[in-house]
Nanobody, 124 residues
Framework: QVQLVESGGGLVQAGGSLRLSCAASGRTFSSYAMGWFRQAPGKERKFVAGIGWSGGSSYYADSVKGRFTISRDNAKNTVYLQMNSLKPEDTAVYYC?????????????????WGQGTQATVSS
């Protein structure tokens, strides 16, 4: 099992940046593919970005391509989401997730472990 704790959310103006972190417990962090999802009030949880075990592969939702970057540091058991050029529509609770699947996609059910979420609010 793995436990996930997100941090780094906050309030920022449109055009600004935030860096989210997700710290994972356990000695097998490098065995998990990781993802970031977000959920706006009254809406379903949606995929934002994913990264493979080694960090060599990553993929993004079209809505964040070119603005967000996912990365991981397996020595620190941490995955990051750098968010630049933020827009009001990026406002949401952001969740970190982990899966032992070899090639996860962008679906919520493909991820087995979830953090509690961190709020990111972008003002116009």
């Amino acid at each position: 099992q793995v436990q996930l704790v997100e941090s780094g959310g906050g309030l920022v103006q449109a055009g600004g940046s935030l860096r989210l972190s997700c710290a994972a417990s356990g000695r097998t962090f490098s065995s998990y593919a990781m993802g970031w999802f977000r959920q706006a009030p009254g809406k379903e949880r949606k995929f934002v970005a994913g990264i493979g075990w080694s960090g060599g592969s990553s993929y993004y939702a079209d809505s964040v391509k070119g603005r967000f970057t996912i990365s991981r540091d397996n020595a620190k058991n941490t995955v990051y989401l750098q968010m630049n050029s933020l827009k009001p529509e990026d406002t949401a609770v952001y969740y970190c997730a982990a899966t032992a699947r070899a090639n996860p996609g962008a679906l919520v059910w493909e991820f087995d472990y979830w953090g509690q979420g961190t709020q990111a609010t972008v003002s116009s």
